[in-house]
């Protein structure tokens, strides 16, 4: 299907374990972000990607790890999983078609991650 | 200070009258702002962008931009249940550079019967 997809969808995981979330989007799109949404806080970027094997850290990086090997996939690692990484995760994709402003993001469908 | 700030709510409005959101930004620099629709346990969708000051109208929705006073506001006409979720401002910065948009955290509303 086309679109962008998230995978686990529902992830429990224990604090000091290795976790990877996987996106992946069909659109072809240069860029890629990976968020965090926490009540209080609202959505924040962690790490963006501009391009493959572009990346850049966001506003919250700290314990996380990505890579983009590949267009379509950008991969999110939490390294060593802390309680305070338990959140809603969303990862999203824009095209560089039209003027850069045109920001429009389209977001996967999260994932939900507990960290006990 | 918060770079977008957001009433929290939530705001309530009766089915068919029009529901305002208001949305403030500390970066005079920012030059792109966005509205997005949550609803509970979904993702964010893009429901409305504005760039330049003045409206913008989308069916029962539009955007106003006062860059002179950073606020941006959505007015929804019309308002239907359906239209309760969270709804979130969005802007882009042109510090700091990538592309990054900075969010709000959201008003919710709520569409009374």
């Known amino acids: 299907d086309a679109g962008i997809t998230q995978s686990p969808r529902y992830k429990i995981t224990e604090t000091g374990r290795q976790v990877t979330l996987m996106c992946h989007q069909t659109w072809s799109h240069s860029y890629m972000f990976w968020y965090r949404q926490d009540l209080g806080h609202g959505l924040r970027l962690i790490y963006y990607s501009a391009a493959a094997d572009i990346t850049d850290k966001g506003e919250v990086p700290d314990g996380y790890v990505v890579s983009r090997s590949k267009t379509e996939n950008f991969p999110l690692t939490l390294e060593s999983a802390t309680r305070s990484q338990t959140s809603v995760y969303f990862c999203a994709s824009r095209g560089t078609s039209g003027a850069l402003l045109n920001n429009e993001q389209f977001f996967g469908p999260g994932t939900r991650l507990t960290v006990l | 200070q918060k770079e977008v700030e957001q009433n929290s709510g939530p705001l309530s409005v009766p089915e068919g009258a029009i529901a305002s959101l208001n949305c403030t930004y500390s970066?005079?620099?920012?030059?792109?702002f966005f509205w997005y629709r949550q609803y509970s346990g979904k993702s964010p969708e893009l429901i409305m962008s504005?760039?330049?000051?003045g409206d913008k109208e989308d069916g029962r929705f539009t955007a106003q931009l006062n860059k002179a006073s950073q606020y941006v506001s959505l007015l929804i006409r019309d308002s239907q249940p359906s239209d309760s979720a969270t709804y979130l401002c969005a802007v882009i910065r042109l510090t700091g550079g990538g592309n990054k948009l900075t969010f709000g955290t959201g008003t919710q509303l709520k569409v009374e019967l």
């Open positions: 504005i760039y330049s000051n």
């Open positions: 970066d005079r620099g920012s030059q792109s």
